[in-house]
């Protein structure tokens, strides 16, 4: 749950605002981001605080929803699921605004789905999946999306390579 700050002004009513972070806090989560695993002594040690400062900071960026959790990254291809696709998904106009939440629950609920997106846009959905071949692609489309009567079309693209992390990486 990420808690926001609203503020209302005469030209913008109910605008939404992220919590302001100092340096420290921009750092630290900048350190997280790249290694989760940072201890809370080495990430004192990096920032130049007390540790109790550093553990402080930190429950006080994971209580205002900045931090959201730790996750582990892994390698879809070491769990045998090697091919990976964004899917485009368009939902039937008369069925989108009953549907939206059913649809997303159920696809996030898959285990071929790493990522659910929800877009304005031509598209209403991106999926972001692995799966072992080309053949479990084509079933996971098939059984997954195009079967079910909220679906009004998808748009599928194979991943070549991808970088899960805060600064764009070369693909060379």
Request: no cysteine; aromatic share 6%; glycine share 6%.
């Amino acid at each position: 749950m990420i808690h926001m700050e609203t503020s209302t002004t005469p030209d913008r009513p109910n605008t939404l605002r992220a919590p302001a972070l100092d340096p420290v806090d921009q750092r630290i989560v900048a350190l997280l981001a790249e290694d989760g695993r940072m201890t809370n002594a080495e990430l004192a040690g990096t920032l130049g605080v007390a540790p109790s400062t550093a553990h402080a900071r930190l429950r006080s960026l994971i209580e205002r929803g900045v931090i959201t959790g730790f996750h582990a990254s892994v390698d879809e291809r070491m769990l045998g699921a090697g091919l990976q696709a964004i899917i485009g998904v368009s939902l039937r106009p008369s069925a989108r605004r009953e549907s939206i939440v059913e649809f997303a629950d159920r696809v996030r609920a898959l285990p071929q789905v790493i990522q659910v997106f929800f877009l304005g846009g031509d598209d209403d959905f991106l999926l972001h999946i692995a799966v072992a071949d080309s053949s479990e692609m084509r079933e996971f489309v098939l059984e997954h999306l195009s079967a079910q009567s909220s679906v009004a079309s998808t748009r599928t693209s194979i991943v070549f390579d991808y970088h899960r992390n805060s600064v764009a990486a070369s693909f060379s």
